[in-house]
């Protein structure tokens, strides 16, 4: 890919203004939330477990992600144990090509279009994250344009225009570039991949939506918003990771 992805300049004030609020420990901490996310998916999902998951199991897994995690139930009583174990195995192990697999299981649950548009890379990421990458509509979501991605990278950068897998790829290749420069840079150092590029980009998406928040509401309603780890790990689902 020719040309500078990365804005560094702007990606490294991010990682500034971030650890002005947070401790690096704490972005560490995170990340090994999200190591722990991983190996309970990986434990859960693995093609022996799911066989034999019920709603108790399936339920811990839709409540660890953050737009699925009030609609579990709801998500359970629609499709079924059955057909939702099904689905989930034919996403991560299924024979067809992936770009298909990916773009059905949106399908299937598209009745909750937040749980439709992040869930997939979820379950694929969580469950493989050396192998799958993340995108979640605070990465970028394309009906807007706006995003933690196109806040760090160069504006002749395309990141896609929402068609399913075309822009998951170009996700997954626009991660890649940032974790490499924010290894190079130092600013993705308080972790190991493949969950620092995660955090990070966490961390410039609630730099960005505090930044918002001050120039529109009122100082009583910057109170009542989370600080900005507890918000980070809402992001990720893993503020009261599931017993």
């Known amino acids: ?41 990986a434990a859960l ?14 339920r811990i897994v839709l409540r660890s992600i953050f737009t699925a995690r009030r609609r579990a139930d709801a998500i359970l009583a629609q499709l079924g144990v059955d057909v939702l174990r099904a689905e989930i195995a034919r996403l991560l192990y299924g024979e067809a ?19 439709a548009f992040e869930l997939p890379s979820e379950l694929l990421h969580f469950t493989e994250p050396d192998r799958y990458w ?36 170009r996700i997954g290749e626009a991660s890649a570039f940032i974790s490499e420069t924010g290894r190079a840079a130092g600013f993705t150092s308080f972790t190991d991949e493949p969950f620092g590029i995660d ?7 609630t730099v960005y939506m505090y930044t918002v928040l001050r120039l529109r509401m009122t100082q009583e309603f910057n109170h009542i918003v989370p600080q900005q780890a507890e918000l980070v790990r809402r992001l990720f689902g893993v503020l009261h990771l599931e017993d």
């Open 199 to 205: 955090v990070f980009l966490g961390c410039v998406y």
């Open 97 to 115: 090509p992936l770009p298909v697999r990916y773009e059905h299981f949106q399908a299937v649950v598209s009745d909750w279009p937040g749980v």
């Open 134 to 169: 993340l995108w979640t509509r605070w990465m970028w979501d394309p009906s807007t344009g706006t995003g933690a991605i196109a806040l760090v990278t160069e504006d002749g950068f395309d990141l896609g225009d929402g068609e399913p897998w075309p822009t998951y790829q």
């Open 45 to 58: 999902l693995s093609p022996g477990a799911l066989a034999d998951a019920g709603r108790s199991e399936l």
């Open 1 to 41: 890919m020719p040309g500078q992805v990365v804005d560094t300049e702007t990606a490294a004030e991010f990682m500034r203004e971030t650890l002005a609020a947070v401790a690096a420990d704490d972005l560490a901490s995170i990340a090994g939330d999200l190591r722990r996310k991983s190996d309970r998916f």
